[in-house]
């Protein structure tokens, strides 16, 4: 790892375990064993590692979207295979789902807006493969978009109770959330 991924882990780990205010940039320091000075030659300020994580997160989690999507035509495949993804990332990235819903409101402009716009496309992402699925006749739902905030937050839940070594391994968990999410849209129960 780099330093300037050691200082982002260490972050990341902070601003998940006591948050973001919180967290100072001595902590980070002290967590790599750095002094300030030295910090400030890979970073900014405190600001720009949240929006770093921040807007990696949103940016990693549309291009998973956009591979998912992209080997199929079929509504129910392309739906069942974002929400895959979209589980798969929480299970994997918990830190980065948590600080990342907790955390926007510590975030100042132009970052905000700039995750804000992320976030927005992405949920359009999924209302979209919804919205085609019923335009297909493969979906029935009586919202559009509430099926989509629905399967949204499935999948931003699993980051705050999955673990490794649970009752699921994590290829049974994506597999059952796909299920849940084409219910929630509405799709017809396979045979």
């Known amino acids: ?3 300037s991924e050691d200082i982002r882990a260490a ?23 750095m002094r300030g000075p030295s910090l400030y030659k890979h970073v900014a300020s405190k600001q720009d590692l949240l929006a770093g994580i921040m807007l990696g997160t ?12 992209a080997t ?12 895959e993804a979209h589980v798969r990332f929480h299970a994997r990235h918990r830190m980065e789902a948590f600080v990342g819903n907790r955390e926007i409101r510590s975030l100042s402009e132009p970052h905000r807006t700039d995750v804000l716009a992320l976030r927005a496309e992405y949920e359009t992402g999924f209302r ?20 989509s905030y629905a399967i949204l937050d499935l999948g931003m839940g699993v980051a705050a109770w999955y673990r490794e070594d649970g009752e699921l391994d994590e290829d049974t ?15 017809d129960p396979a045979p």
Do not use: C, K, Q
């Open 11 to 33: 972050a990341l780990e902070l601003f998940t375990r006591r948050g973001y205010e919180t967290t100072t940039m001595s902590d980070i320091g002290d967590a790599v064993g």
């Open 1 to 3: 790892m780099s330093r």
């Open 58 to 69: 949103m940016r990693n989690l549309l291009a998973l979207h956009r591979a998912a999507i």
């Open 72 to 83: 199929a035509e079929d509504p129910v495949a392309r739906l069942r295979r974002a929400t």
């Open 128 to 147: 979209d493969l919804i919205a085609a699925g019923v335009t297909a006749g493969a979906f029935r739902v009586p919202s559009v978009r509430l099926a």
């Open 173 to 187: 968990l994506v597999w059952y959330y796909g299920d849940l999410a084409l219910r929630l849209a509405g799709a």
